[in-house]
């Protein structure tokens, strides 16, 4: 839990407050002992997605929503291991 300050004391020392919260502090600024704010660092946000960036990186057959074909186990690859399981 990080420290609490009154308002006068926050108006007065706001510069040095604000240095401790870049480090990692949160301080919670009080009226009458009764919390009313905090103060806390703001964290670099990620860069926005731009639509159409990944264009051309993702192939989509026109046959990928065709019903799909009966499962034949003769398909499998011969190492697979759960083709002892199912043959």
């Known amino acids: 839990m990080g420290t609490t300050v009154n308002i006068h ?24 002992g009764k ?3 905090t103060l806390t660092a703001i ?3 990620p860069a926005r997605r731009v639509p159409g960036m990944d ?3 993702v192939i989509i057959r026109a046959d990928f929503d ?6 034949d186990p ?3 690859h011969p ?9």
């Open 43 to 45: 964290h670099e946000q």
């Open 35 to 37: 919390p009313i704010a």
């Open 55 to 57: 264009k051309g990186k």
């Open 79 to 87: 190492g697979d291991p759960l083709r002892e399981l199912v043959g």
């Open 74 to 76: 003769g398909y499998m």
């Open 66 to 71: 065709d019903p799909m074909p009966e499962w």
């Open 9 to 32: 004391e926050a108006k007065t020392h706001l510069s040095r407050l604000l240095e401790r919260v870049q480090n990692g502090e949160e301080i919670t600024i009080a009226k009458a």
